[in-house]
Nanobody, 125 residues
Framework: QEQLAESGGGQVQAGGSLKLSCRGS????????MAWFRQALGKEREFVAG????????YYADAVKGRFTISRDNAKNMVYLQMNSLKSEDTATYYC??????????????????WGKGTLVTVSS
């Protein structure tokens, strides 16, 4: 059974940076596409960034392109999200998710196979 645990959330001022981490266990993730989603209070969960199992291809939502960077370390079963130039609208709970044996670039909530419990990011202006 796959398990994901996010960490690194917290409170930061607008313009600041945070790095989120996602640790996987109970499964070898090297063949899975991984992604970060977020959900703000009162809003639907939305895609933020995704990464191919190899790490060679990455995908971003327009709202974070140029500010966020997703990466992974398959040897450590880790996925990261480096967030720079944070804005108040980035405030949300951030979730790590995996899609088994997937090599494409489509990341939707319904397509992901397993999820972490989330980590809260609060950006104050």
């Amino acid at each position: 059974q796959e398990q994901l645990a996010e960490s690194g959330g917290g409170q930061v001022q607008a313009g600041g940076s945070l790095k989120l981490s996602c640790r996987g266990s109970g499964h070898t993730f090297k063949n899975d596409a991984m992604a970060w989603f977020r959900q703000a209070l009162g809003k639907e969960r939305e895609f933020v960034a995704g990464i191919h199992w190899s790490g060679y291809s990455t995908y971003y939502a327009d709202a974070v392109k140029g500010r966020f960077t997703i990466s992974r370390d398959n040897a450590k079963n880790m996925v990261y999200l480096q967030m720079n130039s944070l804005k108040s609208e980035d405030t949300a709970t951030y979730y790590c998710a995996g899609r088994r044996y997937y090599s494409g670039g489509v990341f939707t909530v319904g397509a992901m196979n397993y999820w972490g419990k989330g980590t809260l990011v609060t950006v104050s202006s």
